[in-house]
DNA sequence: ACTCATAAGTGTAAATATTACACTAAGTTA
DNA sequence: TAACTTAGTGTAATATTTACACTTATGAGT
């Protein structure tokens, strides 16, 4: 290996961002535009360059504080997508992460040119970034049999039925309502607020739950299999 | 996102290998020498910078290929490595995979300045390379969990006997013998090949199985759980 | 050829988890 | 007050997990 030579340094980097958030009924991702012709206006996940003294955590926070004001944020790394895929000027790399957005910060209007969809209607974007979509689409699914992670999406009281519809979502399948109760409720992760709240668009009011966060570290770390 | 700054283009990529092999008995990974000045022959993960016109792909198996004279191999990006953390040139990307080598490639000798040695002996390397590798086994644990990863390392016919201890020691705990074969067979990965051999270092013949690579590619692609 | 040492190979019972499945309860609306 | 909508709940059959110890086949030493 030997980096004695200054034609290595020739890269770019980037940072796309697929952005989930629950509205308390949907699962949402965030799509932005390209900003610059060609192709203006065309949809694209929320990216940025990387400045060359710049962590790369740090520009992807920068996105999602310029599109949705947020200084609070689940970051994870997804994986690096280096085709030699290039503009004019050279490579770039994109170092592409997801996010989860807790469900309080998901009232704010997203920046002009931003919006939140259902991942079902995720139109083609451009470059690789359906595929960096699909990416983290399997990633979310992974995480959310193996983590609790489904608690980073939800209000801080939530009833049954928003967990049942995140998880159907996040898996794209229909979960068992009484198996999936049965089976939170052996995780011991939900704490019962005994109370309960008329839900929108709901009649008979629902029960509200907390989740442990104790028990929730235990599990986050050592991993934990959901199984659904 | 502007690109049109050519001061974007100042990077330098590199990737680093966390290679897995299994010699019969132990699950073992590829160490390096650092070949230059500073810490010249301090003990690194085998490394290559990646021209800006090669994919990261084809540096990582140039490494391969230097190293083990292999051609034939199994590769798995980890992760980008990217901390601020500089030659004087500039900033390097570390942009990491996993490999794993069939038994069969075992028995070369690794080209000079490289070894075989059991992950716990894994000294202090430079740079974050032990972080890398840190994320390398738990990277594996997982895929051993949840595919069967573990024929990708085992000789084509092998003992019970030798995919216990391949588990045992990726998962880095004693497995129960009768618990983890009726798993196995359950699992109808294995195929009884009918036939008896004795083992290095063993007294009773142990039975040969090979694999079952059609319900291995559909176990791979649906994910799987073995729940150990 | 017999004894000893070593690794291979095998089964069962108890506890827990999974799956499939349909009705009642509480409150809203017309 | 009847009709409608969503919330909430249980059971039985099957499958999986866990804990646990002895027998078998061979090689080595006498």
């Not at 962590?55 to 949705?68: C, F, N, Q, Y």
């Not at 595929?131 to 209000?155: M, S, T």
């Not at 979960?175 to 008329?198: G, Q, T, V």
């Amino acid at each position: 290996m030997s980096t004695h030579d200054s034609s290595y340094f020739q890269v770019a980097l980037s940072t796309s961002l697929v952005v989930y958030g629950f509205d308390g009924e949907n699962l949402l991702t965030l799509i932005g535009q390209k900003p610059q012709e060609p192709y203006k206006g065309a949809p694209m996940l929320p990216t940025t360059m990387v400045k060359p003294d710049q962590s790369v955590e740090d520009a992807a926070a920068a996105v999602l504080t310029e599109s949705l004001g947020l200084s609070d944020y689940y970051l994870e790394q997804l994986n690096a997508f280096s085709k030699l895929y290039r503009k004019p000027e050279g490579r770039v790399v994109n170092i592409a992460h997801y996010s989860l957005i807790k469900h309080e910060l998901m009232e704010r209007k997203p920046a002009a040119g931003y919006q939140w969809i259902r991942p079902k209607e995720m139109p083609d974007l451009v470059y690789d970034h359906n595929q960096i979509f699909d990416f983290a689409q399997e990633r979310l699914k992974r995480r959310v049999k193996h983590r609790p992670i489904g608690f980073r999406l939800l209000p801080k009281e939530f009833s049954f039925n928003q967990i049942h519809l995140l998880y159907e979502q996040t898996l794209g399948k229909k979960l068992d309502k009484r198996n999936f109760h049965k089976k939170l409720m052996r995780s011991k992760l939900l704490i019962d607020e005994h109370k309960a709240e008329k839900m929108d668009g709901s009649n008979k009011p629902s029960h509200l739950y907390s989740f442990n966060e104790k028990r929730y570290n235990k599990l986050n770390l050592r991993g934990y299999d959901f199984k659904f």
